[in-house]
């Protein structure tokens, strides 16, 4: 019985299609949550290095502020806007709204524009206060 | 929902107890759901107070932190944060790992590291709050 289960052939799955956007944006909500638990891990470091001291807040600080660390930022912040915006889009979802196929297709942008233009806002604010 | 129609006196188990084959009600989701919506303006906040902040010097961060109204909603961001990334992570380690006992260790795991996770960022804004100016 189990032999025969074993043998039976499997059905094609995820690699023969071509993923629609909505889908995509999906597994992305998964991914950017992943990306954002390691971003807990950043946080709690950032915290306890500063509570233990001066120079341990200097030393991290100094991390974050080199170029590999901005560019963990950058992709932190985009990632999180993502994460946020597509989960308010979850939201709609959850209160029974947007669910025809031509919403959730054009929702798919708004979450896209939103999530960019977010970045883009903070990352502008960011270079405006570096300079002024 | 005709099915029950002969024998509504009678709601079965998993009816009254909002189970479904999840194996557990509704509070995963709500937890996840007023999490998020809490996390909404709370990180918008950081992050505007992290513009705010950069370049500080550890004069200036701690003094920030010191401000209790600071101290408070990171502690708030911080423990909703927390559940919230325990609840997800568990979502896919519940989708992604079928052996049993793995899960589970994997699932308890979790719970401890991010609780703990949460001690420790709790601890470090008292720790900073309450010394800072000292």
């Known amino acids: ?132 | 929902m005709s099915g029950h129609k002969n024998n509504e006196f009678v709601a079965p188990l998993k009816i009254a107890k909002g189970h479904g084959s999840a194996h557990e009600g509704a509070e995963h989701w709500l937890q996840q759901k007023i999490t998020a919506l809490a996390q909404i303006p709370l990180v918008l906040w950081l992050i505007y107070s992290i513009i705010g902040l950069q370049g500080a010097s550890y004069a200036e961060f701690t003094a920030w932190m010191g401000q209790p109204v600071n101290a408070i909603l990171m502690i708030i961001l911080i423990s909703s944060v927390m559940l919230h990334a325990k609840l997800g992570a568990q979502v896919v380690v519940e989708d992604y790992i079928s052996t049993e006992w793995f899960k589970m260790a994997k699932l308890i795991g979790m719970k401890i590291f991010f609780f703990g996770l949460a001690v420790a960022c709790i601890f470090s804004v008292l720790k900073i709050a309450f010394t800072a100016g000292i």
Not at chain 1, 106 to 119: C, E, H, K
């Open chain 1, 1 to 132: 019985m189990s032999e025969a289960k074993i043998q039976r052939p499997l059905s094609p799955h995820l690699q023969v299609y071509k993923l629609p956007l909505t889908a995509l944006m999906s597994i992305s909500h998964r991914v950017t949550g992943m990306g954002l638990i390691m971003g807990t891990f950043l946080v709690t470091a950032f915290l306890v290095a500063a509570a233990s001291g001066e120079a341990q807040y200097d030393y991290v600080m100094g991390l974050a502020t080199s170029l590999p660390g901005k560019i963990v930022l950058f992709l932190w912040s985009a990632g999180l806007y993502f994460h946020m915006c597509n989960g308010v889009r979850h939201m709609f979802w959850d209160i029974g709204k947007n669910f025809k196929k031509a919403d959730a297709n054009r929702s798919n942008y708004y979450v896209l524009i939103g999530a960019f233009t977010l970045t883009v806002l903070t990352w502008v604010t960011v270079c405006g206060r570096l300079a002024g």
